[in-house]
């Protein structure tokens, strides 16, 4: 297994996902989604492109689909990697081999044709990810950002904001007018060490008053400073979850590229326990949130 902080050719190498999670006590209602996570590869068949950011392990298609079958996950929103870049091929293999089960996330640039974006949304991507992240590479310029939201706006598709600290501040407007679904992963990657009551988490909880911003209850591994079980992270996410279960949803982040501690994605779904207590708010926001946001088949009456 790769170590975290190891290095291949000047990239980062993003070790392999926890080879025997626990199987989860709690009991997940039907349809739930993965409302974030990846696929890499494999490599082989979809090679990774040469300037990538980080060398990922190959996690292919059937290995998310068994990790969600242990987990008792019916459904995942696959975002896609800066490991692929704009290549969409092992994406696009996922959601056609799964069309009920998966939908997608792309990463596009204002080159990106309206043709490109029209085949994504046939195959079942209803999403695109920017990224403000610097170990990804630079994030677009506000000109770059507003052509891209205009090429996915005939779609209707959410706009997903990986940001990190203070960028919840800095960006709060930009994040709130798109005028299309803005969603807030990893619960902006707040530093914790700022408070609950602190700028970036009230930055955070005004942009989910606004009405139409989504946040993510993933990734407490990233958040924590505390380490398992992320009690820390899990505050967090349960005054969110609290604040708007109609505007929140919840991921594993498998297979956690770049995490300093692999975590166990048994564990990761048992705190959705503490996180939302209340059993019909946990239906919204593994079930009904994912479903209306990445147009999922409708449950049946």
Request: with cysteine.
């Amino acid at each position: 297994m790769a170590s975290q902080g190891a290095t291949r050719g000047g990239r980062r190498v993003a070790a392999p996902p926890h080879p025997d999670p626990k199987v989860p006590d709690l009991r997940l209602p039907p349809r739930s989604c993965d409302a974030h996570c990846h696929i890499f590869g494999p490599g082989d068949v979809f090679p990774y492109p040469e300037d990538r950011a980080y060398d990922p392990p190959d996690v292919s298609k059937d290995d998310l689909r068994r990790r969600h079958d242990l987990l008792g996950l019916d459904r995942a929103i696959i975002v896609q990697s800066a490991a692929h870049g704009h290549d969409h091929s092992a994406l696009l293999d996922a959601l056609r081999t799964y069309p009920d089960r998966y939908r997608g996330v792309a990463l596009l640039t204002p080159r990106s044709t309206p043709a490109e974006v029209a085949a994504l949304h046939a195959a079942g991507v209803r999403g695109v990810r920017v990224q403000f992240m610097p170990h990804l590479g630079p994030g677009p310029t506000p000109d770059e950002l507003r052509a891209v939201v205009d090429l996915v706006r005939p779609y209707a598709w959410h706009v997903a904001f990986h940001i990190g600290g203070d960028a919840v501040v800095d960006m709060f407007d930009t994040i709130r007018l798109t005028g299309l679904p803005a969603v807030v992963d990893h619960m902006a990657r707040v530093d914790l060490a700022t408070g609950l009551d602190g700028p970036q988490v009230r930055a955070l909880r005004r942009l989910l008053d606004t009405g139409d911003v989504w946040v993510k209850l993933s990734a407490p591994e990233r958040l924590s400073a505390e380490g398992p079980p992320y009690a820390d992270a899990v505050e967090l996410a349960r005054v969110l979850a609290a604040q708007a279960p109609e505007r929140c949803l919840w991921g594993t982040d498998f297979p956690h590229p770049n995490v300093r501690e692999m975590p166990d994605d048994g564990v990761l779904v048992d705190l959705i326990e503490r996180i939302v207590p209340d059993e019909r708010d946990r239906h919204r926001i593994l079930v009904a949130n994912p479903a209306g946001l990445a147009d999922f088949p409708p449950e049946p009456r």
